[in-house]
C-alpha cells in the first residue's frame, strides 16, 4: 500500500478526481467514483465496495486520526485542508474521501432471500435528490431490490450519494430498460402494480403479501405505456387537495409502507 500526500490544488490527481466526481462520462470510462464521508464510506465497505482511493485530511480528522486507518485502500494519500476544501462537496464529512470501483447492477444478479420478494421499480428518474428519497425509502423498509428502468442519471452521481445518505450501498439495485425489467418481473412471477391513475384501483385494496413490484414514475411524465399493459393492477392513491400529484419518492413510501403493513412489517 503507498502511502503519499498532496498539498496543491492543482495536483493531476485532484484535478481528475473532480472530474470524477463532475462528469458520468469520466466514471465511465475509468470505471471509478467517489465516496465521501466516514459513513457512506464504511457502507460502502460493508456492502463489498473495493476502496482505491483514500484521501484524508488530519486537520478535520483531528483527535479521530484513527478513522483513515480504519479502512483498506490500494492507495492512501493525506492532503491537506486547502484541497479537501476544493474536492469536498459538504462541509460538515469528517474529513475522508474515497474513490472507489462500481458495481455492475445487473438484473440477473439481483437475490432474493425471501419467497416473496417486494420490489420498488422507478421508470427513468431523473433528479438526484428523488433518487436519493427512494433508495433512503426503500433502505427503511428494507425492500428486497430497487429496479431502475430507463435511468437518466449515473447511480453513482456524487448528488445521489449524498441525498441518499448511503443508500446507494445498502440497496440492492439493478438497472435496465423498461423492456428488460417487465420481462424479468414476468419471468420470476412478480406481480407488477403500476403507479397509474387511468383504469386503476385504490391501493389499499391490493394484495401485496406475494411476490410484488410497485413501479412508480415521474411527476411530469408518469409511467410509459409498456407499463400500464404490463400491469397486474394499475394503483392510486386518492387525491384530496387541489392538485393530482405528489412527489414521487412520498408515494412510493406510501405503497412500499402498505406493503410492509400487510407483510406484518416483516
Known amino acids: 500500500m503507498n502511502h503519499k500526500s498532496i498539498a496543491s490544488t492543482q495536483n493531476k490527481r485532484i484535478k481528475r478526481l473532480i472530474q470524477l466526481q463532475e462528469k458520468s462520462r469520466t466514471r465511465l470510462k475509468e470505471g471509478k467514483f467517489v465516496i465521501e464521508g466516514a459513513r457512506e464510506i464504511e457502507l460502502a465497505v460493508q456492502a463489498g465496495y473495493q476502496l482505491l482511493e483514500l484521501y484524508y485530511s488530519n486537520q478535520i480528522l483531528g483527535n479521530d486520526k484513527d478513522l483513515s486507518l480504519k479502512f483498506e485502500a490500494f492507495e492512501k494519500i493525506e492532503i491537506s485542508l486547502e484541497v479537501y476544501k476544493k474536492i469536498a462537496y459538504r462541509g460538515s464529512t469528517e474529513g475522508l474521501i474515497a474513490v472507489a470501483a462500481p458495481k455492475p447492477h445487473l438484473l440477473a444478479d439481483l437475490k432474493f432471500k425471501r419467497k416473496n420478494p417486494l420490489l420498488l421499480v422507478a421508470e427513468a428518474p431523473e433528479k438526484p435528490g428523488n433518487i436519493g428519497a427512494l433508495l433512503r425509502t426503500a433502505d427503511a423498509a428494507n425492500v428486497d431490490a430497487v429496479c431502475i428502468a430507463n435511468p437518466k442519471t449515473d447511480i453513482y452521481n456524487p448528488n445521489i450519494i449524498r441525498s441518499s445518505v448511503g443508500c446507494v450501498f445498502t440497496n440492492q439495485i439493478a438497472s435496465g430498460t423498461t423492456t428488460e425489467i417487465i420481462n424479468y418481473l414476468k419471468d420470476s412471477e412478480i406481480a407488477i402494480y403500476t403507479a397509474i391513475l387511468q383504469d386503476s384501483s385504490i391501493y389499499t385494496k391490493q394484495n401485496f403479501t406475494n411476490s410484488t413490484a410497485l413501479v412508480v414514475g415521474t411527476e411530469d411524465k408518469g409511467l410509459s405505456e409498456a407499463w400500464r399493459k404490463a400491469a397486474t393492477k394499475n394503483i392510486h ?30
Not at 237 to 265: T, W, Y
Open 237 to 266: 392513491i386518492p387525491m384530496q387537495g387541489k392538485i393530482d400529484s405528489m412527489n414521487v419518492s412520498v408515494a412510493a413510501g406510501i405503497l412500499i409502507f402498505e406493503a410492509k403493513r400487510q407483510r406484518d412489517f416483516k
